[in-house]
């Protein structure tokens, strides 16, 4: 028996289908060894060497594994195509206690029967490389994150996080927030012209150039005086400009316009886009067995194989016609910055329509494979072409201009159409009638309409992933857990406004924080310098461990410079650095270990209040703890009667009462009853104490509306 290891049982089904016995396919569920949870897990002293536990989840899946290793005739590493993958594999290696010297890495970018049998012909050894640069990422991050992430929760006293190309990235929506709230709207006017040829329809022109420069009206009364100017004016025809235009079609997607598309077209965010597209590569259940429908999800190279080419330029001309068929294959240049180690994100088998598998997929599954579907074929089709016409009309010493643009073959667009539709007041009317130079025009009336300029837009999820793309920060792989993280909602550093994404108020402290004291880091061309140097690893001939050296020397400087505080030690007259500890941010003097003196940040006082303790008669006194202030008996530990401060939000809809605001031990709020534990009713949202009218489950209150607790009822009320 002969032994392929995947990483998820998905993937494990699909692939046992093609090989009909003759190999047992197992996974590992993902990563089998990482760095540790609860602390940096770097050797700081000794060359920045990385301590990997096993996680006690996974003890049960490495004993398996190893037994069926061991019984093995051969074992084949066939984690995903890429620098994870690879580092999954050799971390299976060690645990599995594989030799170095074994030729067991396969590795497909398709799971298909062809691709599958070709990886297994093909074994190399583990790609060291890749492995040290997966490595290098993860060391560097750990160390980013691990070491900041304290500082600037001691110093802004909360739960903070943040990542070396996490925190650029909130950089961006913050600055951009930050540019809407400064902006200074400016007043101008459009004036369009409706005007007449002689015998002919009228169109509608719109005033761009005064004595041959761009000129529009800022004022009213510069508004008025062109109005006034333009109705004395004789209108002729400047210029007619007639010319073919053509758009090619868009390249196949990459993991990044693969996201962007998901959130434009699809509404769904990129984490979700990745986890269905994880889904449809290893394979969807069937009555035929699992099936694998689209190639590796995780790229930024544009290639299409030769035999992918050919299957969509047959399938085009059948189902469209020769004339969508270009005379030579569409080829797509990929970035200079891209890892080109695999394909394109493709469908496997263009044979395989959306429709002859709708039935066996969800809903977004479905939408998200016609989506790469679609922009696959279009990619192979030929161009969309347009009668273009661009006319200047000509008024005193003023220029009115409009374009008309008409469809006349639809090529590519046929499948997909990524055309966008332009605005009236800039594009004038797209309908025309023939118009010769000099020809003289009717002015039939004359509008005119106050505009203000407009602040930069919010970022949405596909601008930022696509503006991330274009400055080099982060690579495609990455995208989806930055936008998560970004949206966390323990700690929600922003919030979605329709699809835009918003800053929260420690955004901003964060960012200042980091720009203050870590401003080589949040440097956009930093971390995307960073991110090239990542890549040289993986392509060999640089050293990981010299890379993070040369980063932690000048970092830890900054480290150091950002713990130090304007509060003085008053053991010693030094100043105090500011810590993170077990219970909490700490002052400790700088001088230590002469002095060691530490003094907390936020002492817990105690506040003695005029109630009477009702067991012991007490004085009961004020506190405040994870879940809110309460009141405690003063001769605690020998009374230990409390009573809960904490605000009361909404009303138990089991029995009443009113329900609590709390915390969890993770963090989260949650409402309980107050009369806990004779009640023990909570929520995650504020109940009204009211049951839903359709479904009878509780109703809960959310962002000012009335909604019913039952995610499939979609009742909805004014919450006012």
């Not at 929760?153 to 925190?167: D, Y």
Request: aromatic content about 8%.
């Amino acid at each position: 028996m002969q032994l392929i290891i995947v990483e998820s049982p998905h993937k494990a089904k699909t692939i046992e289908k093609f090989l009909k016995g003759k190999y047992k396919v197992d996974a590992s569920k993902g990563h089998v060894r990482d760095l540790p949870v609860n602390y940096m897990g770097i050797n700081l002293n000794k060359n920045f060497e990385p301590y990997y536990v096993i996680s006690p989840d996974k003890k049960d899946d490495i004993k398996r594994l190893t037994d069926e290793a061991k019984k093995a005739e051969a074992v084949y590493l066939a984690t995903d195509p890429d620098r994870e993958g690879e580092a999954i594999s050799w971390h299976l290696k060690e645990v599995l206690g594989l030799s170095d010297e074994q030729v067991n890495r396969i590795e497909f970018n398709e799971i298909s029967e062809k691709a599958v049998n070709y990886a297994l012909s093909h074994p190399r050894k583990i790609d060291m490389n890749l492995v040290d640069a997966q490595q290098a990422r993860r060391v560097l991050d750990r160390i980013v994150g691990y070491s900041i992430s304290p500082c600037a929760s001691s110093r802004l006293n909360e739960n903070l996080s943040a990542g070396r190309v996490q925190s650029v990235a909130l950089k961006m929506v913050v600055d951009r927030e930050r540019e809407i709230e400064s902006f200074v709207p400016q007043e101008y006017w459009n004036i369009k012209a409706d005007v007449k040829p002689q015998g002919k329809s009228s169109f509608k022109v719109l005033l761009t150039d005064k004595n041959g420069k761009k000129y529009k009206p800022s004022n009213g009364e510069e508004a008025l005086a062109v109005e006034n100017k333009l109705k004395n004016a004789d209108f002729i025809v400047g210029s007619v400009k007639k010319t073919i235009t053509k758009s090619h079609a868009p390249a196949p997607y990459i993991t990044s316009t693969m996201q962007q598309d998901g959130s434009i077209r699809l509404n769904i965010t990129a984490p979700q886009v990745m986890q269905i597209a994880q889904r449809l590569y290893e394979g969807v259940n069937t009555p035929n067995g699992n099936i694998a429908l689209i190639t590796y999800m995780r790229t930024d190279s544009v290639r299409i194989s030769d035999d992918a080419i050919k299957s969509a330029r047959e399938y085009i001309k059948n189902a469209y016609g020769e004339e969508y068929v270009p005379a030579k294959p569409n080829y797509y240049k990929t970035k200079n910055n891209a890892q080109d180690a695999h394909e394109a994100i493709r469908p496997i088998d263009v044979r395989r329509t959306p429709d002859s598998v709708a039935e066996f997929l969800d809903k977004n599954q479905l939408k998200l494979y016609k989506l790469i579907y679609d922009r696959f074929i279009a990619s192979q089709m030929s161009e969309a072409q347009y009668d273009s016409v661009a006319v200047s009309v000509n008024a005193d010493e003023y220029t009115l201009k409009t374009n008309g643009k008409t469809l006349i073959f639809k090529g590519y667009t046929a499948v997909y159409d990524d055309t966008k539709k332009e605005e009236d007041d800039e594009s004038g009317n797209a309908t025309l009638p023939p118009l010769q130079e000099g020809e003289r025009l009717e002015l039939k009336s004359l509008i005119k309409e106050q505009k203000f300029t407009k602040p930069p837009v919010r970022y949405t999820e596909a601008t930022l992933i696509k503006n991330m793309e274009d400055k080099g920060i982060g690579r495609p792989s990455t995208y989806a857990t930055i936008m998560a993280k970004l949206s966390d909602k323990k700690r929600e550093y922003v919030r979605k406004e329709k699809k835009y994404l918003v800053p929260n108020d420690i955004s901003y402290k964060l960012i200042d924080f980091l720009v203050k004291y870590f401003p080589s880091i949040m440097e956009i061309s930093f971390t995307a310098r960073m991110e090239t140097a990542l890549d040289d690893i993986g392509e060999g001939g640089k050293d990981w461990h010299k890379l993070i050296a040369d980063f932690y020397v000048p970092f830890d400087k900054l480290l150091r410079a950002s713990r130090v505080t304007e509060k003085i030690c008053d053991k010693c007259g030094s100043p105090m650095i500011i810590n993170s500890g077990k219970y909490g941010a700490y002052y400790a003097c700088s001088n230590y270990p002469v002095c060691q003196n530490i003094v907390p940040v936020n002492k817990k006082t105690v506040i003695p209040t005029d109630k009477i303790c009702p067991k012991c008669g007490g004085i009961m006194v004020e506190r405040e703890g994870k879940f809110g202030k309460f009141l405690a008996c003063s001769n605690y530990p020998k009374c230990k009667n409390t009573v809960s401060l904490t605000e009361s939000v909404g009303v138990c809809p089991d029995c009443g009462s009113p329900t609590k605001k709390m915390m969890s031990k993770s963090g989260k709020v949650f409402y309980g009853c107050s009369t806990f534990p004779k009640c023990k009713f909570m929520s995650w949202d504020i109940p009204t104490g009211d049951k839903c009218p359709e479904c009878g489950e509780y109703l809960i209150k959310v962002d000012g509306k009335i909604k019913c607790s039952n995610k499939k009822c979609k009742y909805e009320a004014n919450g006012k």
